[in-house]
């Protein structure tokens, strides 16, 4: 069965983008067949996986779901002439990971009334391809307007991105409580929510400290595996490449903590 799992954060710059990114690359490396669908109309996880720009963006495609096919639109990533480091994917088909592509389109979206019409929009648009991916990934914008709403309405999953930090302590709060809220008021469940702790320093005193506060507020929902803060997943990204296929010995802490967190997200023997 496709997990499908939307990365959310209401707080900019925790590195939302790049947990997105990092979980790509380990199923990728894996054998899976990923689909990413990135609805931040900054469209920083489209510029990260190399996407080719042709073809229909979610912004066009969202606001007119009925007049297009979602696998005549999506792109082979970059990455995906790099191969795959591990199986053949479940699908039968080739391990790598898929674009969803985003534009400033999307725009408008996110800033339209609530209304339930625009809800089950991306749901419709992935039904007819979710059994040809293993993973399917949603890149939210770090703001709760209509397209954080219908990715949340697509998913079985919702990951919440944290650095240990106060104020991003308190937009894991808020994050939370829009989930809630969400639920109550729309026929919509997520499934489960999680909460990642991305750019951990370790033997950092404040770090240590707003990480065992985060697990005192949220207990089992967040991850035991945080991800660690290091200045080459910068040049990684910079270069629109996976954090699993990079050279230096530096870059293996990293691909295992995102690895260990893929675990958690889709059984990897399945791609045996």
């Not at 209401?10 to 669908?37: N, P």
């Not at 073809?55 to 790099?82: F, Q, V």
């Not at 929510?193 to 240590?208: G, L, Q, T, Y």
């Amino acid at each position: 069965m496709t997990s499908i799992v939307s990365i959310s954060s209401l707080k900019g710059g925790v590195g939302k983008t790049s947990v997105t990114l990092g979980l790509a690359s380990a199923a990728q490396a894996c054998g899976l067949r990923v689909l990413v669908i990135d609805l931040d109309p900054h469209g920083d996880a489209s510029t990260g996986l190399g996407s080719p720009t042709d073809g229909a963006d979610m912004g066009a495609m969202l606001s007119a779901p009925d007049n297009y096919w979602l696998k005549d639109e999506i792109r082979p990533s970059s990455w995906t002439a790099l191969g795959s480091l591990g199986q053949a994917s479940r699908t039968g088909l080739e391990a790598g990971v898929w674009v969803g592509r985003a534009s400033a389109r999307l725009t408008a979206l996110e800033r339209s009334e609530p209304t339930d019409i625009l809800l089950p929009h991306l749901a419709r648009l992935l039904e007819p391809v979710s059994d040809d991916f293993d993973l399917i990934l949603i890149d939210c914008p770090p703001t709760l307007g209509r397209l954080t709403e219908m990715a949340w309405a697509a998913s079985e999953r919702v990951l919440s991105v944290a650095e240990p930090s106060l104020f991003s302590v308190a937009g894991s709060e808020r994050t939370m409580r829009a989930i809630a809220r969400f639920e109550s008021n729309t026929e919509y469940a997520v499934g489960s929510a999680s909460i990642i702790m991305n750019k951990v320093r370790d033997n950092d005193p404040e770090h240590e400290y707003r990480t065992e506060e985060m697990r005192v507020l949220f207990g089992d929902l967040v991850a035991e595996i945080p991800i660690p803060e290091t200045p080459l997943l910068q040049r990684i990204q910079g270069s629109a490449y996976p954090v699993h296929y990079w050279p230096e010995a530096e870059a293996q802490p990293l691909a295992d903590a995102f690895t260990a967190l893929l675990a958690g997200l889709v059984e990897l023997e399945k791609a045996k």
